[in-house]
């Protein structure tokens, strides 16, 4: 355990220190392609303070490489193994709950890829399907949608790499996985057994394992009360909510005291 007392106690500023720093992306450490000023400095000092970060995402649509790099590139170096997306949290809930089992996936490469490298056999036929795993796919179609309510209907584990039913894109909201999951739980009947993505806990526990921590040694920070704090929160976790993002104070206000956020930081920037 190499953060027994993570929680030092810091002179002179407000957050006290843990030992295990998830961060959310977008929102939280850049807008789009900008780093949101002092994000850089934030993570150095951390890391220089010998704490661990990850870097996690609900969006399936992107590797974990494509994170990193972008990271890297806006001025906080970043490895692959730092970066936690939905579809690899849901790997590791399968790896761990699995043995090779036959897939059928409704998503795209980055989730194909996770799950073939935790042995899932990727299948076509709801008569050889184990698992149906749903996620976001911008080549869905009804021929692939039936076949995945054939599976589930014959009894197959329903997962889901994130609920959120849109993501929203400078061009405007797209629907994303959350949405094919509403078409199969509507026809299906069923509700999903398992859904790795925020606001459940999967993610913040795959972030929590990677990193040797618990959750009373780790604060999440992010900017969105719906996915970031509840995820946080689920998993039993320290949480921050930074108003750089879809979040005011006003929103923060509106909140059950037991629901607010343990810091609320008018940047990133205030929490190193
Ligand atoms: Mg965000």
Redesign the pocket.
Known sequence: MPYENARVPQENVGVPAYGGYIF?????LYLGEALIPGADETVAALRERGAQVMFV?NKPIATRRTYAEKLTRLGIPAEVEEVLTSPLALADYIAANHDAPHVLVIGEEPVIAELEAVGCQIVDEAAETDIVVISWDRQVTYDRLEEAFQALRQGAKFYVTNPDVTCPLETGEVSDAGAAMAYLQACSGRKPDHIAGKPYPALAHAAMQRMGVTPQQTIFT???LQ??LLCGKNAGCATAIVLT??TTEADIAELPEDMRPDCVLKSIAELG
């Open positions: 959310d992306l977008d929102g939280t995402s992010g900017d969105r996915t970031d993002g879809v």
